[in-house]
């Protein structure tokens, strides 16, 4: 049975570990609420740009370009969008059991954030590459991921690219979701609370391109690319600091009822010795008397 000073030491560990979840409960909110915000921000813009390439891709007759070109899939790269540290629940343990389920012998991983690239060393899977991005993402960084891929796939030396990530779509829900990143085959919402774009409009609507329909599809669609992967990366990271926060609120939570229930042992036994003495006490007079 543990002592009362066993137990006082118990109370004030805990008390200790209160304190540090509690502060970093108050930190993953504060970020929390700017990468929400910054993920919030972004989707116009992308509904929007899914929208206008989604209707001039159907305009545009017999235009083919390397990054639409359809393959059979012999090899597979996966764009794993993980996080840098852990402490945020079963966010990256669901991410990397989706991971898990691509079949090792054909498929290369792109890692984007440690625990991504932790998970492809300990498993002994092919990583290609393995890249950074900061709390609030560089669209700079995003392109340096996509560009990347864009190269495995337009060298041949895979025949298609997916993008795993966590998908967010509250704050205490957040789920790990598989999109086609290439060949662009269709223009469409990223599969994250955006408005499908328009895939291939049939209106009848003409366009006219300066200085042609390679040049303009040429551009934009790199640049599709790239602000799909920055738009995921802003996703990420909110779903990233909206589960940290929820993990260290229950973690200070529960620290609080060990605390209670640790003190309520204490102030019994503490109660049981009381009385135990003043029966020892009381005894001892009798039998002197």
Do not use: W
């Not at 599969?191 to 040429?218: H, I, R, Y």
């Not at 929820?246 to 060990?258: H, P, R, Y």
Request: overall charge positive; proline content about 3%.
């Amino acid at each position: 049975m543990p002592s009362t000073r066993d137990i006082r030491r118990r109370i004030k560990s805990v008390k200790n570990t209160a304190q540090i979840t509690k502060a970093m409960q108050m930190v993953a909110a504060s970020k929390m609420r700017k990468a929400q915000q910054a993920a919030l921000a972004g989707r116009p813009y992308a509904t929007l740009m899914n929208q206008v390439l989604g209707q001039v891709s159907g305009c545009v007759g017999d235009f083919t370009h390397e990054l639409m070109t359809k393959r059979p899939v012999k090899k597979r790269a996966v764009i794993l969008i993980s996080t840098d540290k852990g402490l945020c629940g079963g966010l990256n343990a669901n991410l990397v059991r989706e991971a898990g389920k691509f079949d090792r012998a054909t498929t290369i991983y792109i890692a984007a954030g440690r625990k991504g690239s932790q998970f492809v060393a300990r498993t002994k899977r092919q990583l290609g590459a393995e890249f950074t991005y900061k709390d609030a993402p560089l669209f700079s960084e995003a392109r340096a991921i996509s560009k990347f891929a864009r190269e495995l796939f337009t060298k041949g030396e895979v025949d298609q690219v997916d993008i795993l990530f966590t998908n967010f779509i509250s704050t205490l829900n957040q789920k790990p979701e598989v999109v086609p990143f290439l060949p662009v085959t269709e223009i469409k919402g990223l599969g994250m609370g955006l408005e499908d774009g328009a895939q291939l409009s049939k209106d009848g609507t003409e366009f006219l391109f300066e200085p042609g329909v390679e040049g303009v599809l040429g551009a934009l669609l790199p640049h599709y690319l790239n602000f799909r992967v920055y738009q995921i990366l802003l996703e990420s990271k909110a779903s990233e600091h909206s589960s940290r926060m929820v993990a260290m609120k229950n973690a200070t939570d529960n620290a609080k009822q060990i605390i209670k229930d640790l003190t309520l042992e204490y102030n019994k036994l503490r109660q049981a010795n009381i009385t135990k003495e003043l029966l020892e006490i009381t005894s001892a007079a009798m039998a002197m008397s």
